[in-house]
Each structure stands twice: as structure tokens, then as C-alpha cells.
């Protein structure tokens, strides 16, 4: 079994979706099967549909005649669920991000910690690489990859370092680009410039914001009435989509009415104020402290 950490915010994303006997529900992000394990523990009548497309959470396929493991990325959840026969379901959990483990392994290249391979692939079997990335793109393409991903001011001079420093050598390694971005960033804030520019790559390389996009739009499709959404988000740009689309059915979050004033929206928000781990959590486990969870239900 490949080793993952404990999931974050277990306990409060399992109760969030409100298990029912006999229900069937969907683990988007199945990772080391922490929250699949929840599930099915918590509810030992509940059949689960696990999706995940890294191979190596596929070493943690967990032995039951109740779960299912579908080796493909979540944006392909509706179609899979109908070919399961699994259409509608009770509920959804999302665990969106990297997860400890891939950030652990330096030969994924998702970590500023580590020199290895500019890869940050969530599929090894994708095509485009961050290298790739970062050996191809126009200073414009570049720049707005960092400026929207990665929230970074100064995206265009990081971009035009880029291009001018491939000219000499092409980009293979996490330790090239680092040396490139520390330039730009007053040191006491390396740490916080560096993770923002990975990140930036990262959603460029995985096109996770659209992947995301299509999972929340599926996702009202194939809940039943009062079936339940738990999504947890790391940054605010993922966290910015889910807020919106539970307050609005849209990602702009600009809210619709109809003739008497009422939303016009697929989903209803349950936890008015959103939630993030406790102190005890955060002490045992630093990495969840960007954490945020939100809970719909389906109208």
C-alpha cells in the first residue's frame, strides 16, 4: 500500500454528507482511501464509487463488494456513474488538491522542498509536462498562467527570465526554476512566491480549474434531492468556484431570481460560515491549515 496521510477535516466531511442507509455515494478523490474507508465504516450498508487518476493511489483499491475504483479523472464522473448503473447518488466528497504524498515524493515535482523532475503531473501518463510548459509558452502565455493561477504582480518579468533562460538551457528540473523565482521575491518571502509559482504551473499543467468547473456542473446532475456536496479546497481560486456555484448554481456568483425574488439555484448552502480544521487538527497536521470546507445540498 502506497503510504498517504491522514485525511484533513476527516471527521466533519464524513458527517457532512449525512449518510443514509442504503445510500450510494462517490468519493471524487480517493488518494490513500482515507475518507473511502470513513464512508464505509460509518455507513456499512453504503456502496461507494471511489475516482481517482494517479496510479499509484491505485495500489490502495480497497477489498469490498461495496466499493467501486474508477482509474479516471473526476471530470469524467457522469458518465461512469451511468455506465456503473449508479445514476443518482446520495452524495459527493471532494479532497481537491495535492495530496502529502505527492508532495512528499520529489520525482513528481509538485514540491518547492525537492530538486527533481518539473513534472507535476496528477496522470504520469498525461501528456505536457511543466517543463514542457515552461520550454514553450510565449512570455504572454506564461505570464498569464502565473498572473491567474498564481495571483503573482510581477508575472511578466518572472515570465520574460523564463523565456530568456531557456534560450541557454532548457528547463528539466524544479531546482532551475527556483533559482529563477527567488530573484524575484525579497527573501523573508522566497517560501510563499515559490508556492505560488508551482501552484500556477500546476492548475496549467493538470487544467484543474475547468476539470473542477465540469465536476460541480455534473455533480447537481447526478444528485438526488437532498443528496449532499462536501468539497474541500486549498487556495482561493478552487475555493472562489465551489462558494459560488453552492450560493449562486454559477461561478461568477452572481445570483438569479425569478418573478418573486426567489434564487434560482440547483444547490443550498448548509453551513452558512465555512469550516476550517480545529486547533487540535492544525497542530497535528500544519499542511491543512489553508483548509476550507463547504457542504450543499441539493434542492
Known amino acids: 500500500m502506497t503510504k498517504y496521510h491522514t485525511p484533513v477535516l476527516f471527521q466533519e466531511s464524513i458527517e457532512g454528507l449525512s449518510l443514509q442507509e442504503n445510500g450510494c455515494y462517490v468519493d471524487v478523490t480517493f488518494g490513500g482511501g482515507g475518507h473511502s474507508h470513513g464512508i464505509l ?21 480497497i477489498d469490498s463488494d461495496r466499493f467501486t475504483l474508477v482509474k479516471q479523472n473526476f471530470r469524467y464522473l457522469k458518465n461512469n456513474l451511468r455506465m456503473l448503473g449508479a445514476n443518482p447518488i446520495d452524495g459527493l466528497l471532494a479532497d481537491l488538491g495535492v495530496s502529502s504524498y505527492q508532495f512528499d515524493i520529489p520525482d513528481r515535482g509538485f514540491s518547492t522542498r ?72 525579497p527573501e523573508k518571502k522566497i517560501n510563499q512566491y515559490l508556492a505560488q509559482v508551482f501552484q500556477a504551473l500546476r492548475i496549467e499543467v493538470n487544467n ?39 450560493r449562486t448554481g454559477n461561478f461568477e456568483g452572481t445570483p438569479e431570481k425569478d418573478f418573486y425574488g426567489n434564487l434560482i439555484r440547483p444547490l443550498e448552502p448548509v453551513n452558512r460560515k465555512v469550516i476550517t480544521p480545529s486547533e487540535e487538527e492544525l497542530k497535528q497536521n500544519p499542511r491543512s491549515r489553508s483548509a476550507k470546507l463547504r457542504i450543499a445540498e441539493k434542492r
Open 41 to 61: 465504516k460509518a455507513e456499512e450498508s453504503a456502496r461507494l464509487i471511489a475516482f481517482d487518476q494517479d496510479p499509484d493511489s491505485h495500489e490502495n483499491e
Open 114 to 185: 525537492f530538486d527533481g523532475p518539473l513534472d507535476m503531473r496528477m496522470n504520469p501518463q498525461q501528456t505536457g509536462s511543466a517543463a514542457d510548459i515552461l520550454n514553450s509558452k510565449t512570455q504572454e502565455e506564461l505570464t498569464t498562467i502565473f498572473r491567474l493561477y498564481g495571483e503573482i504582480n510581477n508575472a511578466w518579468k518572472l515570465a520574460g527570465a523564463i523565456v530568456m533562460e531557456r534560450e541557454l538551457v532548457k528547463f528539466k528540473t524544479t531546482d532551475q526554476l527556483k533559482a529563477i523565482a527567488k530573484q524575484f521575491t
Open 208 to 246: 484543474e480549474l475547468e476539470a473542477l468547473k465540469e465536476l460541480l456542473i455534473q455533480s447537481t446532475d447526478v444528485l438526488k434531492p437532498n443528496g449532499r456536496l462536501v468539497f474541500i479546497s486549498y487556495h482561493s481560486l478552487e475555493d472562489r468556484l465551489v462558494k459560488n456555484f453552492f
